[in-house]
């Protein structure tokens, strides 16, 4: 079996806060196709991990590599050209605009246009922008204003944002947050089925638990700072260490749900 150079290599990352190292020392890979969960208790450094990543924080050592290139140093809309995306929330500004026309705009900013073109230009990129919504399930609502959605829907328009970049790699901290157990369901499906269709690679961060088992490939598990486990959720589960830190926080694994029954 040959193997292949993951997409993204870690090694030996790390960043201090004062003197408290919010990531201290972490290794991990993450290849094209690949659903990765990063999990933790509260103030474990996934936030701290994922804006070294994407750029947001500096680190104070080891390396970040995407398809080799490393990133450190790097600034974050240079690390986002060479393809690593974010979800962002759809800002209270931009939910006046109808669902189409904000992922117009940001197929217009990957694109490097003017902002200010933008009201002339109602119709470019529209098809595009509707072909991204299609994949998200959205096309039958583009033309309604954003401030109209269900939750669960703006967290879709938000996720076909992302996709206006083409991303080799989106980071997801915390996707799912606020919302019930069915739309968070909804959503990983949906994301796994983007991962399956564009080969893109995905890490996100997910406090239930119930969603991470039925849909990451892989995960890995921090506690201040440390990685402390990776593998298969069924490993994952089994582990004593990842057992210890989640021991009386509430966030048992003691339900194991399939996709199907999650649906
Ligand atoms: P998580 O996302 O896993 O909850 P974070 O990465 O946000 O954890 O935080 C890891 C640790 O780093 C925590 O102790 C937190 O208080 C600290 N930390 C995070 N960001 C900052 C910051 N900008 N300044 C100071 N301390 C920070
Ligand atoms: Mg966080």
């Known amino acids: 079996m040959s193997i292949a150079t993951p997409l993204l290599q870690v090694s030996n990352l790390g960043k201090s806060f004062g003197g408290v190292k919010a990531v201290d020392g972490i290794s991990f890979d993450l290849a094209a196709g690949e659903l990765l969960a990063l999990i933790g208790p509260n103030g474990a450094g996934k936030s701290t991990t994922f804006n070294m990543v994407n750029g947001q ?10 398809d080799g290139t490393e990133l450190v140093g790097k600034r974050p809309r240079d690390i ?38 933008w009201k002339r230009a109602a119709d470019h990129k529209r098809d595009e922008a509707l072909a991204l919504l299609d994949q998200v399930g959205m096309k039958a609502q ?10 669960g829907d703006v967290k879709r328009v938000e996720l076909a944002i992302a996709m206006a970049n083409s991303p080799k790699l989106l980071l997801m901290d915390e996707p799912t947050a606020g919302m019930a157990p069915k739309e968070r369901n909804s959503l990983m499906a949906l994301t796994k089925q983007l991962v399956i269709d564009r080969g893109m690679a995905v890490l996100f961060t997910e406090h239930s638990m119930d969603v991470v ?3 990451a490939d892989r995960m890995i598990v921090l506690a201040r700072g440390r990685l402390i486990a ?11 260490k990842v057992q210890e830190v989640y021991f009386g926080t509430g966030k048992t694994f003691e339900k194991k749900m399939t996709p199907a029954e999650a649906a």
Request: proline share 4%.
């Open 57 to 66: 924080l500096k680190a104070d050592q080891g390396s970040i590599r995407l």
């Open 80 to 117: 986002w050209r060479l393809g690593v995306g974010r979800t962002f929330q759809i800002a209270e500004t931009f939910s006046s605009l109808t669902v189409v026309e904000n992922v117009q705009m940001a197929l217009i900013s990957h694109d490097r246009q003017l902002f200010s073109m």
């Open 142 to 151: 583009a033309d309604r204003p954003c401030s109209v959605l269900a939750y």
């Open 213 to 215: 088992f039925a849909y």
């Open 230 to 240: 990776q593998g298969k959720p069924l490993e994952i589960r089994d582990h004593p």
